[in-house]
Antibody, heavy 120, light 106 residues
Framework: QVQLVESGGGVVQPGRSLRLSCTAS????????MHWVRQAPGRGPEWVAV????????YYADSVRGRFTVSRDNSLNTLYLQMNSLRPEDTAVFYC?????????????WGQGTLVTVSS | EIVMTQSPVTLSVSPGERATLSCRAS??????LAWYHQKPGQAPRLLIY???TRATGIPARFSGGGSGTEFTLTISSLQSEDFAFYYC????????FGQGTRLEIK
């Protein structure tokens, strides 16, 4: 079935780096834009970044631009998020999500999420 | 940044009754609005896109309406599985979410 599985979360000190991965299965990964969306405890979701289906185009939320980098490897059906210079306010569950085919800036398939905690 | 404001913060409704949730955009977003629901410990699920089109597999008791800056999500006859958090999301200018409405059992 259609599935996204994130990994790579954990506890990290402020200023350090972390890389998240998201492995897709059950659909043609290379045909879809892919997003990262995060959700801090008790808050609504916050869009983080998107990468086009071919990996060429990337866009970021203001809150992470210059610190986070999104990428993908279509040969491995995997999406990545490299997070540098992490801050306590980056603490959240990070979800990868598929861009819906009809409206690519909405999200029709989500992973289960991976928790990132930034704390000293 | 377009700010999405949802109301009420919490809505208490009895099973079988109708619930209406509201979402307001800080500027005109045309019909570029989606709704999601989320149960504790789970990822959000897409309910509505284009302000009024149900996503695949979403029951007909869910309906969305509105355009411009004012939007509603109506659940016509609440089932037990509908009690959850609901979020609106605009995609007219970048992507932003509302802060959510908690729909709880009365």
């Amino acid at each position: 079935q259609v599935q996204l599985v994130e990994s790579g979360g954990g506890v990290v000190q402020p200023g350090r780096s972390l890389r998240l991965s998201c492995t897709a299965s059950g659909f043609a990964f290379s045909s879809y834009a892919m997003h990262w969306v995060r959700q801090a405890p008790g808050r609504g979701p916050e869009w983080v970044a998107v990468v086009s289906s071919d990996g060429r185009d990337k866009y970021y939320a203001d809150s992470v631009r210059g610190r986070f980098t999104v990428s993908r490897d279509n040969s491995l059906n995997t999406l990545y998020l490299q997070m540098n210079s992490l801050r306590p306010e980056d603490t959240a569950v990070f979800y990868c999500a598929r861009g819906f085919e009809i409206t690519p800036d909405t999200f029709d398939v989500w992973g289960q999420g991976t928790l990132v905690t930034v704390s000293s | 940044e377009i700010v999405m404001t949802q109301s009420p913060v919490t809505l208490s409704v009895s099973p079988g009754e109708r619930a209406t949730l509201s979402c307001r955009a800080s500027q005109n977003i045309s019909g570029h609005l989606a709704w999601y629901h989320q149960k504790p410990g789970q990822a959000p699920r897409l309910l509505i896109y284009g302000a009024s089109t149900r996503a695949t597999g979403i029951p007909a008791r869910f309906s969305g309406g509105g355009s411009g800056t004012e939007f509603t999500l109506t659940i016509s006859s609440l089932q037990s599985e509908d009690f959850a958090f609901y979020y609106c999301q605009q995609y007219n200018d970048w992507i932003t979410f509302g802060q959510g409405t908690r729909l709880e059992i009365k």
